[in-house]
Every structure is written in structure tokens, then in C-alpha cells.
């Protein structure tokens, strides 16, 4: 199993690398935790990226997210739309302030990067990605952890083959965890759904393929206050492939995150690694089924499968920078673009699927 993590190499450690004098000027907008932590600071650390300025309408916190990064001030968003030295914005405010925010920037002929989920429907989300195609201007979808290290181990698991056929997938994101921010209130896009379904249901697209389909799912409130859940239960399928996400902010005692069963092996996760069990299919004799043979007194057939165990580790670093480092590769035009428009839009249309089925049950406990 070795040869399945010599073959993505770690990306390069951009701490303290000094910036070229080409490197691209950012302005971000909005603040908040998503803002700060996941763009600004790994912005300020890579290369190829500057923080020209910031924008927020708390001034204050404006000052001192802009005292921190050493950039300017930006008093309003007609500012960063009309600067020159601005090559690409970051949208990183609440969901239902996207769509607006980038149809004007794709006006202005501005580089967007539009933190997830990338709008409040999926009807919005295209209108963002015909304007831009019109244009001819970039616009990305910050799906971050389409870059976590068990998303990215677990690929190459699953392109080895030796799992077989995928058949049962189960995604278990367990916390105890309480919060009353915009993200409780379903009219600013929040909820638990939006929020980790985003980024479950993209790991589903980017490991199985986007033609997911909904069966079935339950949405729960038992913590938080507003309207909005705070925990939710899926059932998907892919093809022959059953796919289980649970989000629960009221789990004391975690189950594995990943639990993946294939035809002739499984995965699971457990301390930062997964733990890999598999058979060689080749040394499967065939069978054929004899209604007329006795019990024997044994269930199943005593065979030598040839079982291997292996441990693959997850992949160890933070998910900002080799998202940048993708999105540097294709502002460079030597790279893919990090996160395809069309399954951002086909991951909002199943959200809104799901959401709006009678399938799907809302409980506030």
C-alpha cells in the first residue's frame, strides 16, 4: 500500500517563502471566521498571493484584520471593484450577500473567489456562471476541504482498485458543539446542511461522481437557537454505491468518520489514518449454487482469500494551501481549475432537492 501515498508528493511548505514581486493582489470581503482564518492567513503565507486590502462594514474589525496583514483598508466595495492593483476578490460573507456581491464584480471585470456554499440556490449559482463565461472572467468556488488529507488518502485508496466496487459509504461527522451566529437562520443561508452538507456532499462528487441521488434524510434542531438545523441525516446513492452523511452537533462520543466497504475490501478511519483490509479476488474459485447440497454444518465456504491489512495515513497538512497552490497552477494556466462550476451547481440543485423532498423530515427537538 505504500506506492498508493509515494505517488501525491507533500505540497511545498509556503511558511516564510518571500513573495514575488508578480505575486497577485487579493482584496477580501467580509471578516468573519471564514474570512480571517481560512483566507487571509493562508493568503498572507503563500507566494503567489498578497493581501492588498480588506473590507468590512464593522470599521474596527476592518482596522485590525488589515493592522494584523500589513494591507490597506478598503472604505467600500466600489473601491476594490475600481482598484487596479486588486487581480482577484474573495467573497467571503454571508451565503445570501453572493450572488449580488459577484454579479457586480463580474461586471467590473474583477477575478472572484466565492467562499462555500457558493449561493443560496442553484438557479443563482448558474447566473454566476454564465455572467462569468460571458465575461471571461475567473470565478472559483472555495471548496477548501476538497483538499483535506483523509478526502485526498482516501482517493488514491479508492483509484488503487483493490476495494473493488464501491458498495456502502458512511461519513460520520460527530461533535459537541453549540453556535448562534448568521449560520442558525435559514433566510441568511445557514444551517447545518449548507454549511457541512456543502463540503460532504463535495467530497461525494469529487470521490464518486456528481450524479448523486437523494433517498432519504432527516434534519434536526437540538441545540442551536434560530430557525435553522444544526444536525442532519442522508441517504445517497452513486450507481450500485450507498452513501450514508451524518452531521450531528450533539455527539459526545464520535463514531469513525469514514467507513467505506467495497466488493473485496474495506477502509476505515480511525486516529488520522485509515485502516485497510482487502482480499485478491483471483484466488476466488467459482461457485455454483447446488439447492440439493447438505449443511455440513459450517456457514459460508472455507477458502483462502489471501487477506492483506494495511495502514494508509492521512495525508497531513492544512487544506488552504494546496487549494492556492491549484489555483495559482490555473490562474497560470498550467493547472485545472481547483473545484469545476458544474458540480458546484449540481451539488446546490441536490441540496435544494433535498431540502424540498417529502422525503426529507425537519424536527426541532
Given at each position: 500500500?505504500?506506492?498508493?501515498i509515494?505517488?501525491?508528493?507533500?505540497?511545498?511548505?509556503?511558511?516564510?517563502?518571500?513573495?514575488?514581486?508578480?505575486?497577485?493582489?487579493?482584496?477580501?470581503?467580509?471578516?468573519?471566521?471564514?474570512?480571517?482564518?481560512?483566507?487571509?492567513?493562508?493568503?498572507?503565507l503563500?507566494?503567489g498571493?498578497h493581501?492588498e486590502?480588506?473590507?468590512?462594514?464593522?470599521?474596527?474589525?476592518?482596522?485590525?484584520?488589515?493592522?494584523?496583514f500589513?494591507?490597506?483598508?478598503?472604505n467600500?466595495?466600489?473601491?476594490?471593484?475600481?482598484?487596479?492593483k486588486v487581480d482577484l476578490?474573495?467573497?467571503?460573507?454571508?451565503?445570501?450577500?453572493?450572488?449580488?456581491?459577484?454579479?457586480e464584480?463580474?461586471?467590473?471585470?474583477?477575478?472572484?473567489?466565492?467562499?462555500?456554499?457558493?449561493?443560496?440556490?442553484?438557479?443563482?449559482?448558474?447566473?454566476?456562471?454564465e455572467?462569468?463565461?460571458?465575461?471571461?472572467?475567473?470565478?472559483g468556488a472555495?471548496?477548501?476541504?476538497?483538499?483535506?488529507?483523509?478526502v485526498?488518502s482516501?482517493k488514491r485508496i479508492?483509484?488503487?482498485?483493490i476495494?473493488?466496487?464501491?458498495?456502502?459509504?458512511?461519513?460520520?461527522?460527530?461533535?459537541?458543539?453549540?453556535?448562534?451566529?448568521?449560520q442558525t437562520?435559514?433566510?441568511?443561508?445557514?444551517?447545518a446542511?449548507?454549511?457541512?452538507g456543502?463540503?460532504?456532499?463535495?467530497?461525494?462528487?469529487?470521490?464518486f461522481?456528481?450524479?448523486?441521488?437523494?433517498?432519504?434524510?432527516?434534519l434536526?434542531?437540538?441545540?442551536?437557537?434560530?430557525?435553522?438545523?444544526?444536525s442532519?441525516?442522508?441517504?445517497?446513492?452513486?450507481?450500485?454505491?450507498?452513501?450514508e452523511?451524518?452531521?450531528?452537533?450533539?455527539?459526545?462520543?464520535p463514531?469513525?468518520?469514514?467507513?467505506?466497504?467495497?466488493?473485496?475490501?474495506?477502509?476505515?478511519?480511525?486516529?488520522?489514518?485509515?485502516?485497510?483490509?482487502?482480499c485478491?479476488?483471483?484466488?476466488?474459485?467459482?461457485?455454483e449454487?447446488?439447492?440439493?447440497?447438505?449443511?455440513?454444518?459450517?456457514?459460508?465456504v472455507?477458502?483462502?482469500?489471501?487477506?492483506?491489512e494495511?495502514?494508509?495515513?492521512?495525508?497531513?497538512w492544512?487544506?488552504?494551501p494546496?487549494?492556492?497552490n491549484?489555483?495559482?497552477?490555473?490562474l497560470?494556466?498550467?493547472?485545472?481549475?481547483?473545484?469545476?462550476?458544474?458540480?458546484v451547481?449540481?451539488?446546490?440543485?441536490l441540496?435544494?432537492?433535498?431540502?424540498?423532498?417529502?422525503?426529507?423530515?425537519?424536527?426541532?427537538?
Amino acid at each position: 500500500m505504500n506506492d498508493l501515498i509515494a505517488e501525491a508528493p507533500l505540497p511545498p511548505c509556503i511558511e516564510g517563502v518571500a513573495k514575488p514581486v508578480s505575486s497577485r493582489g487579493i482584496a477580501v470581503v467580509g471578516l468573519g471566521r471564514s474570512g480571517v482564518f481560512f483566507h487571509c492567513r493562508p493568503i498572507q503565507l503563500h507566494p503567489g498571493f498578497h493581501i492588498e486590502g480588506v473590507h468590512d462594514r464593522r470599521q474596527e474589525i476592518a482596522g485590525k484584520v488589515a493592522g494584523e496583514f500589513n494591507c490597506r483598508v478598503f472604505n467600500s466595495w466600489s473601491d476594490i471593484l475600481n482598484d487596479p492593483k486588486v487581480d482577484l476578490i474573495v467573497i467571503a460573507l454571508p451565503t445570501a450577500m453572493h450572488h449580488s456581491y459577484a454579479m457586480e464584480g463580474i461586471a467590473a471585470g474583477k477575478s472572484l473567489l466565492v467562499e462555500k456554499p457558493f449561493a443560496i440556490s442553484s438557479h443563482e449559482a448558474r447566473e454566476i456562471q454564465e455572467a462569468a463565461a460571458r465575461a471571461g472572467v475567473f470565478v472559483g468556488a472555495y471548496h477548501n476541504r476538497r483538499f483535506d488529507g483523509d478526502v485526498l488518502s482516501l482517493k488514491r485508496i479508492l483509484n488503487s482498485g483493490i476495494l473493488g466496487r464501491i458498495l456502502k459509504v458512511s461519513i460520520h461527522i460527530h461533535a459537541y458543539t453549540r453556535r448562534h451566529d448568521w449560520q442558525t437562520l435559514r433566510e441568511l443561508g445557514g444551517g447545518a446542511l449548507a454549511n457541512w452538507g456543502a463540503h460532504a456532499i463535495d467530497w461525494c462528487v469529487h470521490l464518486f461522481g456528481k450524479d448523486l441521488v437523494f433517498r432519504h434524510g432527516r434534519l434536526l434542531q437540538v441545540l442551536n437557537p434560530g430557525n435553522a438545523e444544526d444536525s442532519f441525516h442522508l441517504i445517497l446513492e452513486h450507481g450500485p454505491t450507498s452513501i450514508e452523511i451524518e452531521y450531528l452537533n450533539f455527539a459526545a462520543q464520535p463514531l469513525p468518520k469514514w467507513h467505506v466497504v467495497g466488493q473485496f475490501g474495506t477502509a476505515i478511519s480511525r486516529n488520522k489514518e485509515f485502516q485497510v483490509r482487502f482480499c485478491d479476488p483471483k484466488l476466488m474459485q467459482p461457485l455454483e449454487v447446488d439447492s440439493s447440497h447438505a449443511s455440513d454444518g459450517k456457514y459460508g465456504v472455507n477458502e483462502n482469500l489471501g487477506w492483506s491489512e494495511s495502514i494508509v495515513p492521512w495525508d497531513d497538512w492544512d487544506n488552504c494551501p494546496p487549494y492556492l497552490n491549484a489555483l495559482e497552477a490555473h490562474l497560470n494556466g498550467t493547472g485545472p481549475v481547483p473545484v469545476p462550476l458544474d458540480e458546484v451547481v449540481s451539488e446546490l440543485r441536490l441540496m435544494e432537492e433535498i431540502r424540498n423532498s417529502p422525503l426529507m423530515d425537519f424536527r426541532a427537538v
